[in-house]
């Protein structure tokens, strides 16, 4: 059982980790697009998603927490996954889309 006073520390931690969600969440959406190849490829990609995302979360709460679930743990999951999604992602989504028109032009000469 952790102190008050380890509680914030804790709650960033799981900021973090929301934002290793959404960093796994961009990499899945995007091997997701790139072999967008049926309905059992795709529910195969789904569930080893829901499987790596549980891991990482399980990996971040065993770390901080010792696996206690907290309401303040999950915000902090959530928030991080949002800063992500809202900051980061937009940024990376760009990039990944201007390295891929890159490579077609490349490819077409």
Partial sequence: METTTSQPLIFMITI???M???VAYD???GVRRAL???RW???ALDSLF???LGAIVVYVMYLVNQVELRLYTFIGFAAG???YMAGISPFLSFLAKKIQSAIAKRKSK
């Fill in 16 to 18: 973090y980790g929301g």
């Fill in 41 to 43: 490829l795709t529910a």
């Fill in 27 to 29: 990499f899945y959406r």
């Fill in 50 to 52: 829901i499987l790596t």
């Fill in 20 to 22: 290793l969600v959404g």
């Fill in 36 to 38: 967008n190849k049926g």
């Fill in 81 to 83: 996954f949002a800063l």
